[in-house]
């Protein structure tokens, strides 16, 4: 391998990891906001750190929605096809500094495309698990009424599920509504240990 080879793929894999950073956290991001909107929560008292967007993102497209994997495996296969076809077809007699000018254009199109798509599956991810989690609570909260965390809020003491965070401030869920509260105000949280009743026994 000629030093030109081995520059140039230095390069591709710089890109490629900057294309998936960029499209988890793009992930992470929307799909946090269309979890806060599907609860009506403010998004910007919910903004997450970097790496935990990006986390976020990481586990959305690994977990939370199988056609996310998708987008992200064809944005990498497509930024692959796209720099072997510019290196074979367009820049092949070209020095270094020019196929990596080449390959700016094409990128930028691809990164916006692989983000759109990305956004827009990631967004409806959110707003579906927020429903989810909604049915999750109020079905929780309907059977054992009695069981639910006890929550301490400053001089008030609520009843409900805190679902969550950000660095800043807390979402609580209680008696069928969410609360924003400063998420210093919350003293402690005790979760109750309920006995199975009588009519669960097997």
Not at 4 to 21: G, M, Q, S
Not at 47 to 75: H, K, M, W
Not at 170 to 178: G, H, L, V
Not at 182 to 201: L, M, S, W, Y
Request: charged share 20%; glycine share 6%.
């Amino acid at each position: 391998m000629n030093t030109e080879d081995a520059w140039f793929r230095r390069l591709d894999a710089a890109a490629v990891i900057v294309l998936v950073t960029a499209a988890l956290y793009v992930v992470g991001d929307a799909h946090t906001t269309g979890f806060c909107d599907e609860f009506g929560l403010p998004p910007g008292l919910f903004d997450l750190p970097f790496e935990r967007t990006v986390f976020a993102g990481f586990f959305t497209s690994t977990v939370g929605a199988a056609s996310l994997s998708a987008v992200l495996f064809a944005g990498v296969a497509l930024f692959v096809a796209l720099r072997w076809w510019t290196r074979s077809h367009i820049v092949r007699e070209a020095r270094p500094g020019v196929r990596a000018v080449s390959l700016i254009p094409g990128t930028f199109v691809l990164v916006c495309l692989i983000a759109f798509v990305a956004y827009v599956v990631a967004h409806n991810s959110g707003h579906r698990f927020a429903r989810m989690t909604l049915e999750t609570m109020q079905r929780n909260a309907a059977v054992r009424p009695d069981c639910l965390p006890t929550i301490e809020v400053g001089d008030r003491v609520l009843r409900g599920f805190l679902f969550f965070c950000s660095p800043t401030n807390c979402a609580i869920f209680s008696n069928d509504e969410t609360e924003v509260v400063p998420r210093e105000a919350i003293k402690q949280v005790v979760n109750h240990r309920c006995p199975p009743r009588a009519g669960d026994a097997s």
